[in-house]
């Protein structure tokens, strides 16, 4: 049985796909893998319904996940499926690496290209992911930890400004 939506459930074999599709569908994902070692199972969904609309144009019934979760049963074994990340049996992946490759694989980034990121993977954001592979330096900014350079002399001298005795509640701390 294939979750459709919330509480609904078909069995797997409602959807018929040929080998024929089976194959250009593992070519497709194989050429992604390939590309950026993995795929999200939106995406699969859109270049299937691109490449190949009359294939989901027989399942209308069907939501994008009861299709992805019927692809992943009948692709199990070639690919890891893990939730909405389909990578290599090699190298599983999931949402959480794909957010901390991002941030790795970026020097700089915004906020806003990690809600695009975050749109495509129909996900959340992985902050501490990013957070584990990078530093937010501002309200949209993130570097790469090995770019960030700090003054420790001026951020001492800041601190400062507010804290005048031992210590001070960050609470306090308010501009």
Known sequence: F?????NEYFYVSLI?????ELEDISEMIEKSIEERHFI????MITVINTKYPAMLERFPQFSQLGLRDSIAYYLQGQFAF?????SSLENKLSMNDVFAEFAKAHDRFTLDE????????NSTIYFDAVYENSLRVSK???VSKNEADFDVEKTDAAISAFCRGAYIPLSEVTS
């Open 82 to 86: 893990n939730g909405n990340i389909i």
């Open 40 to 43: 999200s199972g939106n995406e």
């Open 2 to 6: 294939v979750c459709n939506t919330w």
């Open 140 to 142: 949209d900014l993130f």
């Open 114 to 121: 990690l809600n695009v990121l975050k749109n495509e993977m």
């Open 16 to 20: 018929d796909l040929s080998d024929d």
